[in-house]
């Protein structure tokens, strides 16, 4: 007979959108659901820090900073990987110039360019997933990032890349470096559920619901640094030429 009840329950789902480019929120109500049970994506990440099982693990309220009378606002949040993608960054200028522009100037000037460029390391958009939240979701995202190769960890805010060269600057020239860091992103969605009730004698039935709030991280590609130093940002450098 339970079985039967479960086969047979109304199930509403309410999807919670954010547009990640412009961080604008998007609200879907599918048919089962109503106006009632919308929530913005950080209502339902406080739901979630709030729930009695995060990642499988079960949780209690002191994890969250709770009393035993708060309860829990969910029955289980799940943060699932929905993409993972490598791309190129913004090109940046990564020296000072140098210039081989004097009036009587005939040969190429030598010149020894250190350039350095700095990617920054990003921790979810939102305040609940930023290292020191109450709530711990940091260590669930930061745990998913660093299932990836070449990612850096959570806890450092930017890694740098950086060189010394030797260059020849033509006469009638100005040169600097650029430099084109090696990003990656991850998308994922925190989902979150609230079980479906029976009804008693003093509460009325109700159906499951699902909530969904997106989630992103961007940081650098990091390459392996020499006999245990810290690793590098992986891109492209380019020596670049423009007239006096």
């Known amino acids: 007979m339970a079985k039967r009840r479960l086969r047979n329950r109304k ?9 990640l480019a412009t961080g604008g929120a998007v609200i879907t109500l599918l048919p089962s659901a109503n106006a009632a ?30 009393a035993f009378a708060d309860g829990f606002q969910a029955d ?15 090109t940046e200028k990564a020296s000072i110039d140098f210039p081989n522009c004097e009036p009587n100037a005939t040969d190429p000037a030598k010149v020894s360019i250190t350039w350095s460029s700095t990617a920054a390391q990003g921790q979810g958009k939102y305040v609940s997933t ?3 939240a109450a709530g711990g979701l940091f260590g669930f995202l930061s745990g998913s990032w660093a299932k990836h190769k070449g990612t ?33 992103r991850m998308t994922g969605e925190w989902r979150v559920r609230i079980d479906a009730r029976e009804q008693t004698t003093v509460l009325p039935a109700s159906p499951e619901q699902n909530f969904v709030a997106p989630d992103v991280v961007e940081g650098p590609v ?3 640094g020499a006999a245990g130093a810290p690793g590098v940002v992986d891109g492209t450098s380019k020596a670049v030429l423009e007239d006096c």
Do not use: W
């Open 76 to 90: 289980n949040c799940d943060y699932v990987e929905t993409n993972f993608e490598t791309f190129d960054g913004p």
């Open 222 to 224: 990091i390459l392996p």
């Open 130 to 132: 930023q290292q020191g």
């Open 11 to 19: 199930v509403r789902y309410v999807a919670i959108g954010a547009a």
């Open 37 to 66: 049970d919308a929530k913005t994506p950080d209502q339902i990440m406080t739901m979630c820090e709030r729930s009695a099982v995060v990642n499988g693990e079960q949780r209690s309220v002191e994890d969250f900073g709770g």
């Open 152 to 184: 850096l960890d959570m806890t450092v805010k930017s890694a740098t890349a950086g060189d010394t060269e030797a260059r020849d600057v033509p006469v009638g020239k100005v040169l600097h470096m650029e430099f084109t860091p090696k990003l990656q």
